[in-house]
């Protein structure tokens, strides 16, 4: 299994750098991103997707309908952009859906 | 099964005792499971809690360290110098079952981390600044990991969460108010039978002597 990752031009040379080899830079472009995610998911070896919060604004259909599946992997890691000190959390909503309180 | 199913009859009163409590057994265990599954759930929310921090933390540094490293060796060269870096481990996906859910755990195959000798680009010709990079990402990548571990596993935990829950409050205040409904309305019915029986009796027996 290998870790994706799926963000703009400068976290890809950050990865590459340490060795992930499968690396989509792309612009935020909603159907960029699809193809990428398309492809990503598509390739049975790749057990994690690390994304960029914006660009995982932009598919965010297509992640909640992976999601749906009963699949375990591929998992989807959203992490913040660069330079973005904006605090958000996928998660918040997931969690106050499941206990009733947010904790 | 609704009211206008059921016949007041003690054979069906019979029936409906024992499917009550079966009823009723099943929601003492879904209501155990519901209450295992809120506490695992929310020690996995802790622990995402400090990784997502971690990670979010890894990140700014990385991306700090990455800007500066940039600016020393230059854009293009740094595009250059990714290219001829050999691929990093790879993991593997087990599985791991939390109250019935199942859930990935990602086991790693070697080390992210590498030695300075073996990280694929020269140390002669590229700045300090590009080692730091490369230490912040692989311990960045490690987080991460973690963290998509961590979080898949609060994701299947909390669906199948709610949907415990759905059920522990559908047998709670739908299935079971209704179960005990009919037993009641059944037993009435059976009561009334009686006495009406017994009435009959006496009325026969009154009309009979009255001769």
Known sequence: MRVAVIGDADIITGFSLIGVKDVFATDAKQDEVQDAFKAVIKDSSIGIIVISHSLAE?????????????????VIVEVPDKGSTEVFDPFEELIKKAVGVNI | MSIEQIKPTRMALLQLKRRIQLAKKGHE??????????????????????????????????????????????????ENLSLAIPPTAEFDVRTYNIMGVVVPIFNLRGKIKRPYTKRGYSLINTSSKVDEVVNKFQKLLRDMMDLAEVEEQVRLVAEELESTKRRVNALEYVLLPKLDKTYRWIELSLEEREREDFFRLKRMKNVLKGE
């Open chain 1, 58 to 74: 932009l598919i965010r259909e297509d992640i909640k309908r992976l999601n749906l599946t009963k699949k375990i992997i591929p």
């Open chain 2, 29 to 78: 265990l879904l209501k155990k499971k519901r209450d295992a599954l809120v506490m695992q759930f929310f020690n996995l929310v802790a622990e995402r809690k400090n990784l997502r921090t971690k990670v979010h933390e890894g990140l700014e540094e990385a991306y700090t360290s990455l800007i500066e490293a940039q600016m020393q060796v230059g854009k293009k060269e740094f």
